[in-house]
T-cell receptor
Framework: DAKTTQPPSMDCAEGRAANLPCNHSTISGNEYVYWYRQIHSQGPQYIIHGLKNNETNEMASLIITEDRKSSTLILPHATLRDTAVYYCIVRSRQAGGYQKVTFGIGTKLQVIP | GAVVSQHPSRVICKSGTSVKIECRSLDFQATTMFWYRQFPKQSLMLMATSNEGSKATYEQGVEKDKFLINHASLTLSTLTVTSAHPEDSSFYIC???????????FGPGTRLTVL
C-alpha cells in the first residue's frame, strides 16, 4: 500500500462541515483512495472510496485532487456520533485478487457540541 | 451489506490458557480473511492473512505457533491465542474479502483480557 499522511487530530463544531485531509503523494495509477472510520472499541467502518473523480454517498463526500496526490473527506454536517478515528488508505482494486489493508495512525476527529 | 461477525465480543482468561476467537462472514463467501490486533491508543496492526484451505501468511514479528489461524471454510476463520499472557491483552479484529471482489469488510472486534 502507498504511504498516506494525515493530521493526528482535528476538532469540528457540531453541525458544521468536517474536512479531513490526506496526502498520498506516491499513489500509483491503479490505486484507489479508501476512507474508513473507527468509533471507540468497534471495528472499522467503510465510508467511501474513489479513483480520480469526486464521490458522494449518504455518509460523506470525497474530493480527490487532479494530480491524485491528496484528498479530502468531507462530512457535511458533523454530529457527535461522527467522533471517531478516520483512516485514509490507498490500495489497488482487482476483482478476484486482493490487497491487504494496512492502517496508519489516522485522524482523531472530535466533534464538539 | 456484507456483515462480518466475531465471537466472543469480550473474553477474560487466566494466564496460560488458550482462547479461540471466531470470525464469520454472514451473508457472503470470504476467500480471504485478515486478523488485526489493536493496542490502546494505537492503530490496527495486521497480524496475518488467511486463505480458505491453505496456511495463513503471518506478518513479520507475529509468532505463528502462538497465534494459530484456521480458515476451514469460506465463511469461518478462527484465531487461537495459545498460552495467553497479559501482554496478549488487546482488541482483535478480523476482516473478510468477498469471493470475486476486493472490498474488505470488518468485524466488530473481540476484546481479550488476560489476567
Amino acid at each position: 500500500d502507498a504511504k498516506t499522511t494525515q493530521p493526528p487530530s482535528m476538532d469540528c463544531a457540531e453541525g458544521r462541515a468536517a474536512n479531513l485531509p490526506c496526502n498520498h503523494s506516491t499513489i500509483s495509477g491503479n490505486e484507489y483512495v479508501y476512507w474508513y472510520r473507527q468509533i471507540h472499541s468497534q471495528g472499522p467502518q467503510y465510508i467511501i472510496h474513489g479513483l480520480k473523480n469526486n464521490e458522494t454517498n449518504e455518509m460523506a463526500s470525497l474530493i480527490i485532487t487532479e494530480d491524485r496526490k491528496s484528498s479530502t473527506l468531507i462530512l457535511p454536517h458533523a454530529t457527535l456520533r461522527d467522533t471517531a478515528v478516520y483512516y485514509c488508505i490507498v490500495r489497488s482494486r482487482q476483482a478476484g485478487g486482493y490487497q491487504k489493508v494496512t492502517f496508519g495512525i489516522g485522524t482523531k476527529l472530535q466533534v464538539i457540541p | 451489506g456484507a456483515v462480518v461477525s466475531q465471537h466472543p465480543s469480550r473474553v477474560i482468561c487466566k494466564s496460560g490458557t488458550s482462547v479461540k476467537i471466531e470470525c464469520r462472514s454472514l451473508d457472503f463467501q470470504a476467500t480471504t480473511m485478515f486478523w488485526y490486533r489493536q493496542f490502546p491508543k494505537q492503530s490496527l496492526m495486521l497480524m496475518a492473512t488467511s486463505n480458505e484451505g491453505s496456511k495463513a501468511t503471518y506478518e513479520q514479528g507475529v509468532e505463528k505457533d502462538k497465534f494459530l489461524i484456521n480458515h476451514a471454510s469460506l465463511t469461518l476463520s478462527t484465531l487461537t491465542v495459545t498460552s495467553a499472557h497479559p501482554e496478549d491483552s488487546s482488541f482483535y479484529i478480523c476482516s473478510a474479502i468477498e469471493r470475486g471482489y476486493n472490498e474488505q469488510f470488518f468485524g466488530p472486534g473481540t476484546r481479550l483480557t488476560v489476567l
